[in-house]
């Protein structure tokens, strides 16, 4: 029996530096199996993983299912996309209605801080938080660590500048948690619109300026701005956040010559990164993709074979 | 009726500034006759009920100024009479009702239907604040006059702020005339635009924060409002120590100004909301425990004037949300009293302060024959154990809605009879 004190994965906190390493040991484990040439195990034959997304995520979900396909699970896709209904009481409902119909495993992404956590007091099964809201995004921190310590060896002591709209970002809050768990030294670089409040009391530190930020950092991981958000509202223009936080090859010399250039995807050229450093030698964007597979692998087999599956009331 | 008797009873009657063990006489027609040390020497009159009151404190009926009911519109959440039998348990003597209801109350006909209500079926007196603009939407006044003269006793926009200030500068101007209050919640509805207070706990949790300028930048505007008009002002619900910093200043402008504060900001803080307890997602949002201190603080020196219960049911439709979806608001009549015993129990706030700002204050500012145990007055008394020991259950609550923060809690001290017009209508 695995040692893996937790039924769901609803978010990074909660997790020890013990539960961190043992998933990502697992998922070291998960991308041998992905690439040999025989993909499929049986794990998880006969169990049942529904993935519930209420936001659009090609990629994420495409990443779960075939997480869940390569272990032998049954995969189911439910995409609710952006109904008229209200979108919390859609959540309930639908969750009552999947839940009788007996998953071993619900992946659900939502739109609203909190969903997976409300989803888990109802449903029979494990909930793994594919994303809620800005809260957390808890694979996604997984497979930027799986990257990280595959290239650099280790987790502790590396210095990590999180770049961008650190304000609206689940991967944000996640990374934060999960780096500052593992003895990394995290910091925060964006205009001061995009930074939580209380931001400096994360266990960050916090930068305005890319070059100061980027100085001698190990990792520089961009985020995605939204599109509703930078005309304006939170920042002046596209022109002018790219000219300040935009990573090009210019501001990427700030950091270690070996740095690596992590983006959770989906990218906006030419807002926050450059295709120059995206398409880079130092970029493992492609990287991260693959090991998004493999944490997701090792996050479902370790939920449902760590605890008791069988015969349920 | 006959006479009604309680004897060997601690009197506590802030408007008589009055802590004194004695006797009150309840007379045939459902008035104080006497209540005092001295009524012990009188004779008991004929065929009275005689109730040994020992180890009790009697104390005026409380009066709740901030009351949400469902009815009509929402029956299912929460109607006038339901409201007043949770009114009743938690020693609630009169409260006063908003009018966000469906239809709002902004009319006269809906005012009068909700008193006709109140007088058939509620067990204790159900005052009405009538909406300040129409279907509170902000724009136009209502018939302020007409609506004081059909029973409303406050004119609000309920949970709504009111952006046009110039239109509350009108209101205000107008209301003068009348002598009506005007009492306002206060969120600055872009700043405001959060589902809990702004600060780290916010932002890990991921939600949207309020930020304090939400409700003191439009308390400002309000207060100056109301010293240029010289209206009777009163802010319903404020939050954070800075609101009651304005509160003084303007006092000490000359402003007619008054405050209140519901319970749960008095006894909880934003950590209690955990992991997205929907319960305690309020309007204003629970502040920081400091801020709960400053409150207390402000309370006990009478900068804050009353506390509210600000009573709001919710069902589980509009409850068992992800929390940015969920509805604010939190039942509170049945606990008010207990949770505020608490600040007694802890010594921070005199138990005279406690009940005048639960009955005899918020009876003074919206002008209700209530708040008091002066003879003549109406019976409306509530008998306190300051000490008894109770658990909140979800079951015991009487209102329809059972969204109550304090489930679970251990309470000592509770209402264990209330009498409304000399009657008793709870009696543990």
Redesign the interface.
Known sequence: MVFFPHRHLLGI?GLTEPDITFLLDKADEAVKISRQREKKTSTLRGLTQINLFFEASTRTQASFELAGKRLGADVMNMSVGNSSV????T??DTAMTLNAMRPDVLVLR?S????A??LAQKVACSVVNAG?????HPTQALLDALTIRRAKGKLSRIIVAICGDVLHS?VA?SNILLLNAMGARVRVVAPATLL????A??GVEVFHSMEEGLKDADVVMMLRLQRERMSGSFVPSVREYFHFYGLDAEKLKAAKEDALVMHPGPMNRGVEIASEVADGPQSVIESQVEMGVAVRMAVMETLLTSHDHGERA | MSHTVLKNVRIIDPSRNLDETGTIVIGDDGRILAASSQAQNQGTPDGATVRDCRGLVAVPGLVDARVYVGEPGAEHRETIESASRAAAAGGVTSFIMMPDTNPVLDDIALVEFVQKTARDKAIVNVHTAAALTKGLAGHEMTEIGLLQGAGAVAFTNGRHGLSDSLLLRRAMTYARELDAVISLELREKYLGNGVMNEGLFASWLGLSGVPKEAELIPLERDLRIAGLTRAKYHAAKISVPESAEAMRVARNRGANVTCGISINHLSLNENDIGEYRTFFKLSPPLRTEDDRMGMVEALADGTIDIIVSSHDPQDVDTKRLPFADAADGAVGMETMLAAALRLHHSGQVPLMRLIDAMSTRPAQIFGLDAGTLKPGSRADITLVDLDEPWLVAEGMLRSRSKNTPFEDARFSGRAVATYVGGKCVHTL
Do not use: F, T, V
């Open positions: 906190k209200s979108k919390g009481e959540l309930i939502h609203s801080a909190g969903a956590a409300l809620d809201g800005q809260h957390e689940r809050r939580p409040s209380g931001i009391q994360m």
